[in-house]
C-alpha cells in the first residue's frame, strides 16, 4: 500500500530564504508526483507535476525534483515571501494516470517579514 | 485549466440533518470524478471514486448509505451525507478528471455539524 510522508510537518523562517520540503512515498513505482499548494480553508492549487521519467520540474521559484528509485522528491522555494505562508502538499496517483491521488499531511509553511 | 467548482462552500447543520454537497466541471465532462475529505491538520484522504452513470466505490471505513454520491452527468457529481453527526464535520473535496487524464481539484466545501 503506497504511503506518502512529508518532512517537516511544520517551517517557520524568515523572508528572502531559500528552503526544501521533503516527500517520500513507499512505493517507487509512481506514474508521477504533483506538489500542490493549500491556503487555509482553501481548495488545491496545483505548483508542479513531475511524469515519472523526468528528474525535475520548474516554475518560477520553484524547482521540484524526483528521485523513483529512493522513493524521494523535494519541492526548492527559492528567495521565499510572505506570500509563500501556506500548507504544501504531495501526492502521488494510487494507479496510472487520472486516478485517485494519495496525499502526504503536508507541509505548513510560514515566512515571515 | 479546467474548472470545477463546488457548492455550497461553506455549510452549517443540526445533527440528524442531511446535506447535499454538488461537484460541477465547469468546462470539461469529467468521466469521472472523486471525492475526497479532509480533517483538521491532517490530508486529503479519498473516500470515493464515482463514474458517469455507474455506482460510486467507496474506500474502506466510509460508509456507502451514509455518504450517497451520485454521478448521473459528465458534469455533475452530489455527495449527500445523510444523518449528519458533529464527526461528520470536515472539509469536503472533488476533483473532476477528463481527457487528458489531469485531476482538477474544487475548492472545497466545509461542513459543520452541531
Known amino acids: 500500500k503506497q504511503e506518502v510522508t512529508q518532512i517537516p510537518a511544520a517551517l517557520s523562517v524568515p523572508e528572502g530564504e531559500n528552503l526544501v520540503l521533503n516527500c517520500s512515498f513507499t512505493?517507487?513505482?509512481?506514474?508521477?508526483l504533483q506538489w500542490f499548494r493549500q491556503d487555509p480553508g482553501k481548495g488545491l492549487t496545483s505548483l508542479l507535476l513531475i511524469q515519472s521519467s523526468q528528474r525535475e520540474q520548474t516554475s518560477g521559484r520553484l524547482n521540484a525534483s524526483l528521485d523513483k528509485s529512493s522513493g524521494r522528491s523535494t519541492l526548492y522555494i527559492a528567495a521565499s515571501q510572505p506570500g509563500d505562508s501556506a500548507t504544501y502538499l504531495c501526492?502521488?496517483?494510487?494507479?496510472?494516470?487520472?486516478?485517485?491521488?494519495?496525499f502526504g499531511k503536508g507541509t505548513t509553511l510560514s515566512v515571515s517579514s | 485549466g479546467a474548472v470545477v467548482s463546488q457548492h455550497p462552500s461553506w455549510v452549517i447543520c443540526k445533527s440528524g440533518t442531511s446535506v447535499k454537497i454538488e461537484c460541477r466541471s465547469l468546462?470539461?465532462?469529467?468521466?469521472?470524478m472523486f471525492w475526497y475529505r479532509q480533517f483538521p491538520k491532517q490530508s486529503l484522504m479519498l473516500m470515493a471514486t464515482s463514474n458517469e452513470g455507474s455506482k460510486a466505490t467507496y474506500e474502506q471505513g466510509v460508509e456507502k448509505d451514509k455518504f450517497l454520491i451520485n454521478h448521473a452527468s459528465l458534469t455533475l457529481s452530489t455527495l449527500t451525507v445523510t444523518s449528519a453527526h458533529p464527526e461528520d464535520s470536515s472539509f469536503y473535496i472533488c476533483?473532476?478528471?477528463?481527457?487528458?487524464?489531469?485531476?482538477?481539484f474544487g475548492p472545497g466545501t466545509r461542513l459543520l455539524v452541531l
Open positions: 501526492a502521488v496517483p494510487l494507479n496510472q494516470a487520472g486516478t485517485a491521488l494519495i
Open positions: 476533483s473532476g478528471t477528463g481527457t487528458p487524464k489531469t485531476q482538477y
Open positions: 468546462d470539461f465532462q469529467a468521466t469521472t
Open positions: 512505493d517507487s513505482a509512481i506514474y508521477n
